[in-house]
């Protein structure tokens, strides 16, 4: 515990005293918008060549920087958003947060976040920024402790499952959504009620002197948490709202359709947040993120094409997902980029770009503001997944390692593959055979990473 403890305090220590990696001066470090939505494919996205209209989140790829190498922390919610706040592996968490937890689960009650596990609210809150969480948490429920008040954000606004029912900002008929520790009745749909919230907040940033996070986490276009009075249990059913299901009446699918007006709420959501952030001035200073949580679920209308592999598999499709930076007069407008990326390396940079330097033994991630600002080239990257067994969603373990092209990877049912990505992005041949050496070297890093991945007492590093 006190190994923990130290280093966490050793980490806010370095954050208070702002080491800068270079010379960024108070009025200069940027507000931070990072916009993340749910269960949102790299297909459902129209600047990502996706049918359903999506002209804001497409207006910040004409405003700023498109990836298209962009990887998730993992392919499922939990362990995603564990890596993107931390900037650390999932793998290396507390509680083995590798799968999704479960709200009515009494098995998940005491697992989540942990105190010792440092997020990127909390070090930016420390050098003088306002922090917000507004939407979906989903790294604990069951103890206070576990709530993001505790983790560095002043506020929160927004639900800590999976998902909610859209009209009742419930889970299936259970209070969860919250006004910092509380739960509060809300009247409205969850997308607009998070986008409201949002708007507030930032109005309210205006007259303020210090910069500010937004963590701006819709549960959108996830699937609803309905109720079934008839059977007594929550039931997942899709909610759009009718006067969007009209704008996607071309889309023939049923699910596809009901999808594609959750993902317009969502776009219009995001396009009145862009606004607030012009009708404040607050647009020239600050950084828009926006990326997704992993791949989609075809089941629910979600679409990870032409990628092989969905949500759940650490296929590229479930772990490829669309990723676009704005930051006016800062990242050039209308360029794009594949270098290789991923969720873990926001925390570093943030860092960077707010000038202060936590030590570099917390993250799996790395500073790439060079490449968001200057076009630099990272080089060859090693990036490592692991999927948990979850027995009532029927899911058992997955693996995968990158490394510079060549990728790794064993499934749930213990077959195991290697793609070359340049030459086979969609990930049809295996090789496994024909390089017989590369699979072994990658199968043994596997083994190796996940080893030394494994968490110490109280995931102390």
Same mark, same amino acid.
């Given at each position: 515990?006190?190994?923990?403890?130290?280093?966490?305090?050793?980490? /806010?220590?370095? &954050? @208070?005293?702002?080491?800068?990696?270079?010379?960024?001066?108070?009025?200069?470090?940027?507000?931070? %918008?990072?916009? *993340?939505?749910?269960?949102?494919?790299?297909?459902?996205?129209?600047?990502?060549? !996706?049918?359903?209209?999506?002209?804001?989140?497409?207006?910040?790829?004409?405003?700023?920087?498109?990836?298209?190498? +962009?990887?998730?922390?993992?392919?499922?919610?939990?362990?995603?958003?564990?890596?993107?706040?931390?900037?650390?592996?999932?793998?290396?968490?507390?509680?083995?947060?590798?799968? &999704?937890?479960?709200?009515?689960?009494?098995?998940?009650?005491?697992?989540?976040?942990?105190?010792?596990?440092?997020?990127?609210?909390?070090?930016?809150? =420390?050098?003088?920024?306002?922090?917000?969480?507004?939407?979906?948490?989903?790294?604990?429920?069951?103890?206070?402790?576990?709530?993001?008040?505790?983790?560095?954000?002043? /506020?929160?606004?927004?639900?800590?499952?999976?998902?909610?029912?859209?009209?009742?900002?419930?889970?299936?008929?259970?209070?969860?959504?919250?006004?910092? =520790?509380?739960?509060?009745? @809300?009247?409205?749909?969850?997308?607009?009620?998070?986008?409201?919230?949002?708007?507030?907040?930032?109005?309210?940033?205006?007259?303020? =002197?210090?910069?500010?996070?937004?963590?701006?986490?819709?549960?959108?276009?996830?699937?609803?948490?309905?109720?079934?009075?008839?059977?007594?249990?929550?039931?997942?059913?899709?909610?759009?709202? &009718? !006067?969007?299901?009209?704008?996607?009446?071309?889309?023939?699918?049923?699910?596809?359709?009901?999808?594609?007006?959750?993902?317009?709420?969502?776009?219009?959501?995001?396009?009145?947040?862009?606004?607030?952030?012009?009708?404040?001035?607050?647009?020239?200073?600050?950084?828009?993120?926006?990326?997704?949580?992993?791949?989609?679920?075809?089941?629910?209308?979600? #679409?990870?094409?032409?990628?092989?592999?969905?949500?759940?598999?650490?296929?590229?499709?479930?772990? $490829?997902?669309?990723?676009?930076?704005?930051?006016?007069?800062?990242?050039?407008?209308?360029?794009?980029?594949?270098?290789?990326? +991923? #969720?873990?390396?926001?925390?570093?940079?943030?860092?960077?770009?707010?000038? %202060?330097?936590?030590?570099?033994?917390? *993250?799996?991630?790395?500073?790439?503001?060079?490449?968001?600002?200057?076009?630099?080239?990272?080089?060859?990257?090693?990036? *490592?997944?692991?999927?948990?067994?979850?027995? $009532?969603?029927?899911?058992?373990?997955?693996?995968?390692?990158?490394?510079?092209?060549?990728?790794?990877?064993?499934?749930?049912?213990?077959?195991?593959?290697?793609?070359?990505?340049?030459?086979?992005?969609?990930?049809?041949?295996?090789?496994?055979?024909?390089?017989?050496? $590369?699979?072994?070297? /990658?199968?043994?890093?596997?083994?190796? /990473?996940?080893?030394?991945?494994?968490?110490?007492?109280?995931?102390?590093?």
């Amino acid at each position: 515990m006190l190994r923990s403890m130290n280093w966490k305090v050793c980490l /806010l220590a370095v &954050a @208070v005293c702002g080491i800068l990696y270079r010379s960024v001066g108070a009025d200069d470090r940027p507000n931070i %918008v990072l916009i *993340f939505t749910d269960d949102q494919g790299i297909h459902d996205v129209g600047c990502y060549g !996706s049918e359903i209209p999506t002209p804001h989140i497409d207006s910040l790829a004409q405003d700023g920087l498109k990836c298209t190498n +962009w990887y998730s922390a993992s392919s499922i919610c939990t362990p995603s958003r564990y890596g993107l706040l931390t900037g650390r592996n999932p793998s290396r968490s507390q509680d083995q947060l590798l799968g &999704a937890l479960m709200f009515l689960g009494e098995e998940d009650a005491s697992r989540g976040i942990h105190a010792e596990e440092t997020t990127i609210a909390e070090v930016l809150a =420390e050098a003088g920024y306002t922090t917000a969480l507004l939407g979906k948490w989903h790294l604990g429920h069951g103890a206070t402790s576990f709530l993001p008040t505790q983790h560095g954000f002043d /506020l929160f606004q927004g639900h800590t499952a999976g998902c909610v029912d859209y009209f009742t900002m419930t889970y299936g008929i259970m209070p969860d959504w919250y006004h910092g =520790e509380k739960h509060v009745s @809300v009247n409205g749909y969850a997308t607009d009620v998070i986008t409201q919230d949002a708007v507030d907040f930032l109005r309210q940033q205006k007259t303020q =002197e210090n910069p500010f996070f937004l963590y701006l986490s819709y549960n959108a276009p996830h699937f609803g948490k309905g109720w079934s009075p008839a059977e007594e249990k929550t039931v997942n059913i899709m909610q759009p709202q &009718a !006067s969007e299901l009209k704008r996607v009446s071309f889309i023939e699918d049923k699910i596809r359709r009901e999808f594609a007006a959750m993902t317009i709420s969502l776009d219009d959501g995001i396009g009145r947040v862009l606004q607030a952030l012009k009708q404040n001035r607050l647009e020239e200073e600050t950084l828009v993120v926006f990326l997704t949580d992993h791949g989609g679920d075809p089941v629910y209308g979600g #679409s990870n094409v032409p990628y092989r592999g969905d949500k759940a598999t650490l296929f590229e499709g479930g772990l $490829r997902v669309p990723a676009i930076f704005r930051w006016p007069g800062k990242i050039p407008a209308g360029k794009t980029t594949d270098e290789v990326m +991923w #969720s873990l390396d926001l925390f570093p940079t943030f860092c960077e770009l707010a000038g %202060v330097s936590p030590s570099v033994k917390s *993250f799996d991630g790395r500073d790439v503001a060079g490449v968001l600002l200057e076009g630099e080239a990272l080089g060859e990257r090693e990036l *490592f997944w692991e999927l948990g067994a979850h027995k $009532r969603l029927d899911r058992t373990p997955w693996t995968a390692v990158r490394k510079g092209n060549w990728k790794y990877l064993q499934d749930a049912a213990g077959e195991e593959y290697l793609f070359d990505l340049d030459a086979d992005p969609y990930e049809k041949q295996n090789l496994a055979d024909q390089k017989s050496g $590369r699979f072994q070297t /990658l199968r043994a890093r596997r083994d190796a /990473l996940i080893r030394e991945y494994r968490p110490n007492p109280l995931g102390t590093p």
